[in-house]
């Protein structure tokens, strides 16, 4: 007589299940890496971020570009105060009237000035 044939195995759920989550998350990192839009998704960001910081300073240059055409309207030439006040030129009609050092100078900084010029023993 001929045996009986063996049972079949009794099917693993849980088995099955994890074998197939393990193969399904190796076929999706596959294909976002091969895909490459993770990376550029990365890269989007970033290029974002630093267009963003741009826009920023050239807002920033805006407005002190926008601050000099205002003082340029009303006559207040910055390159014109340099000039007179830093380097003391001025133009032909106009008068200049020299004092002597210490004359235009607040009784503060005179003092001040005192206890520098003082020898020390």
Known sequence: MKEAPALPRAPR?????FVSLAASS???VILLLWDHRVLELKN?????L???RQIAER???????RVEIEAANRHQFPAEK??????HLVRSEDLVLLYPPGVLTPPE????????????R
């Open 13 to 17: 759920p849980v088995l099955a299940f």
């Open 26 to 28: 190796v076929v999706l």
């Open 44 to 48: 989007a960001r970033a290029e974002v």
């Open 50 to 52: 630093e267009l963003d």
């Open 59 to 65: 807002t920033r240059e805006n407005e002190a570009l």
């Open 82 to 87: 340099v000039a007179r006040e830093e380097l």
């Open 109 to 120: 900084k005179k003092a001040a000035e005192k206890a520098e010029r003082k020898p020390r």
